[in-house]
């Protein structure tokens, strides 16, 4: 049976929107025959790794997430018609981890931290490649997801619609304090003036350049897996149909990176050039129910409190699966499922105490002391009334 | 210009009388006062050393010998601080105790005029060859050095991955990490569930995935099959010229790193499988045979 490589949907006149995807969609068509194997489009909510691009072979029932993994499968199980004559050098493996280190956020910056191109281009774009409804949720998570990942490069005012909320925030707190504050007209620097890509360029460029650097130096022609890599990032570092386009005119501005620009134009000429990359669609889990259960699960793993719990279990619940399919028992576990039961026994019985008190205090707004005029029974009536009490047959509590 | 007159209106609290009972008894505080404790001895100890103290995660015993630390980073620094003979001594320590966070970092001593800021892992670098006898080696290929750098990154996941999330070294974990923080069993228990989940994020992180999706996301093996493609790839360099990485004259940054990784997994991960098996494997022991040679460089001959 063909091998089944799930990636994401094409964008930006690219195969795809991520690079290990274009990487790894050029890799087969370079190395295995069109009969060997079918691309899939998806996202990561329809595979059980939920890790894109995902390799899943039926013959063995196992599922590779990841270029490096899917390197490593291909050859250890090649298909009948796997042809990779470059041979593997301790550089490759060191150029290959470099480039899946130091290139994603780079890209991060470019396409998803910065809340213009996020706005203008990379969101749109996701939202064209995904069904309904999940461009509501799986868009925001890829961006979470990227923006993690060039956290620590500190360039985290490019997203000014957190940096404007921050301010906001900042200046609703010093005007409940009570400082005087200078009008917003005056208050206008201008840097402020500036667009925050801008105002950061030469930061921006310095980044890139110290991982172009790098990668100019590397020997691209000697394995075809390094090669591919290489092109899936830098044919997404010179997309220029974003309106911030630091990353692009740094790669094509710079003239130490001809040579980058030129390999890069070439490989595309050569391998997806004249040929429309085959993408089919995953039927089972783009029908409406596959849809509404990816979509239901990605918002309750949003939810707070829930949501980690949630999502731990979804993929301890996976992975017993992915292992049943190749027919590994699964053994149980529960040191932590403990220290959760043991937490949420705990919340319960506070709820549980909070509501017993709840419930015991008088309704809102209720008087504390309440007076009631003694009622008229036979009994207060005196002997009469003791008389008349005996003739109704009454029994009177006052006796 | 700010204003900040008296508050206009008085506080609701300050007409109200506090009733006699509460006072009487509000009144009989402080019963006793005690007088305030003496430091504990051995501050002095800790304090008035004229040699600068690189805090790292180690045993009181070890540390007063200099051995090895157990933390891969910390184990880095100071053997690169051995390697270059800056003067120095160890000192048991934990995360909370370092400006930044992060262990190790080096406290200058206070007794110099110089500056007693502390100085942070990354700048220690900086400080060791001002202040080293022995220069780091001049680094001929400094983008090859920085591409290989990135092979750290599978090897330290593989790493964290068997120390933190494999249940077969959880008593090392416990004896290393989660011991001496605590006696009471409910805090240790928080404290290894916390490591570990902050073990399985760093993983997941550096893997495109949401941190809190848990171990169980973590594709072991995978975890595992790259580390060993980047012990292959490091054996392969030291194989293509004997002595340290990159033909350098001396161990430098670098050998120091990959020491880090290899004395832990050498020391504490046995032969028969896994990252200790592997390790002694790959390029024909190369890697072990490189463990030795800094291990005499740094002056330990355990």
């Given at each position: 049976m063909a091998l089944r490589l799930y990636v994401w949907g094409p964008a930006f006149n690219l195969p795809s929107i991520d690079a290990e995807s274009i990487a790894a969609i050029a890799y087969l068509s370079q190395t295995t025959s069109q009969a060997d194997y079918k691309l899939i489009q998806s996202s990561?909510?329809?595979?059980?790794?939920?890790?894109?691009p995902s390799l899943y072979d039926p013959s063995t029932s196992t599922w590779s997430s990841g270029y490096l993994q899917i390197l490593r499968y291909l050859s250890l199980h090649p298909p009948p018609s796997f042809h990779d004559p470059s041979a593997s050098s301790p550089s490759t493996t060191a150029n290959l981890h470099f480039l899946l280190s130091h290139c994603p956020p780079l890209i991060a910056l470019s396409l998803y931290v910065s809340s213009t191109n996020w706005s203008s281009s990379t969101r749109p774009a996701y939202s064209r490649i995904l069904p309904l409804p999940l461009p509501w949720t799986e868009p925001s998570s890829v961006r979470a997801a990227m923006t993690r990942r060039a956290?620590?490069?500190?360039?985290?005012?490019?997203?000014t619609d957190a940096e404007e909320e921050k301010r906001q925030a900042e200046e609703k707190a010093s005007n409940a304090a009570g400082w005087i504050s200078v009008p917003p007209a005056l208050r206008r620097t201008p840097r402020d003036a500036m667009v925050p890509e801008f105002a950061r360029r030469i930061k921006l460029e310095q980044l890139a350049r110290d991982v172009l650097d790098v990668v100019k130096d590397?020997?691209?022609?000697?394995?075809s897996g390094l090669r591919c890599l290489a092109f899936g990032f830098l044919s997404l570092m010179m997309v220029d149909e974003v309106p911030r386009k630091w990353l692009a005119e740094t790669v094509r501005g710079v003239e130490e990176y001809k040579g980058l620009v030129g390999f890069a134009e070439g490989f595309r000429r050569e391998v997806f050039e004249g040929q429309e990359v085959d993408l089919s669609r995953d039927e089972a889990a783009e029908s409406a129910l596959g849809l509404t259960v990816r979509f239901l699960e990605a918002v309750v793993c949003e939810v707070p409190w829930v949501g980690g719990e949630w999502r731990r279990r979804a993929a301890v619940r996976r992975k017993r699966k992915m292992l049943e399919g190749r027919g590994v028992k699964v053994r149980e576990e529960g040191e932590e499922d403990g220290l959760v039961l043991a937490g949420a026994g705990v919340a319960a019985l506070a709820v549980g105490v909070g509501i017993f008190f709840y419930r015991r205090l008088p309704p809102f707004g209720a008087s504390v002391q309440v007076w009631n005029a003694p009622s008229l029974t036979f009994g207060s009536l005196g002997a009469a009334g003791a008389m008349l009490g005996g003739v109704f047959g009454v029994v009177d509590g006052a006796y | 210009m700010a204003s900040t007159g008296t508050p206009t209106s008085s506080s609701p609290w300050g007409s109200l009388q506090i009733p006699r009972p509460i006072q009487q008894l509000f009144n009989r505080f402080p019963l006793v006062t005690y007088n305030a404790n003496n430091l504990p001895a051995r501050t002095q100890a800790l304090t008035s050393s004229n040699l600068p103290t690189l805090h790292v995660f180690s045993t009181d015993e070890d540390a007063l010998e200099g051995l090895p630390s157990f933390n891969p980073t910390c184990l880095k620094w100071q053997t690169l601080l051995r390697l270059t003979k800056t003067p120095h001594r160890i000192l048991p320590s934990t995360n909370h105790a370092s400006p930044t966070g992060a262990l190790p970092f080096l406290l200058p001593p206070q007794s110099t005029s110089s500056s007693t800021k502390p100085i942070p892992a990354s700048l220690l670098s900086a400080y060791a060859t001002k202040h080293g006898a022995i220069p780091l080696p001049s680094s001929s290929s400094a983008t090859k050095e920085e591409t290989y750098l990135s092979l750290l990154t599978p090897i330290r996941n593989a790493f964290l991955y068997a120390l933190y999330l494999d249940p077969k070294y959880s008593s090392l974990l416990d004896r290393l990490y989660i011991h001496p923080s605590s006696s009471s069993t409910l805090v240790r228990k928080t404290l290894r569930y916390q490591l570990r989940s902050a073990a399985a994020a760093s993983i997941l992180q550096s893997r495109s995935l949401h941190p809190d999706s848990g171990r169980e996301q973590i594709d072991g093996e995978a975890v595992f099959a790259e580390a060993q493609e980047a012990l292959e790839a490091l054996a392969g360099v030291l194989n293509e010229r004997e002595g340290w990485f990159f033909g350098n004259e001396r161990p430098g940054e670098f050998d120091a790193a990959v020491f880090g990784y290899a004395h832990l997994i050498l020391s504490f991960m046995d032969e028969e499988k896994g990252l200790g098996r592997v390790l002694r494997e790959v390029g024909e022991g190369a890697i072990v045979g490189h463990w030795k040679r800094v291990k005499i460089e740094a002056g330990w001959d355990i």
């Open positions: 990561p909510s329809a595979v059980p790794t939920h890790q894109l956290e620590h490069l500190g360039m985290s005012s490019l997203d590397m020997e691209l022609r000697e394995n | -």
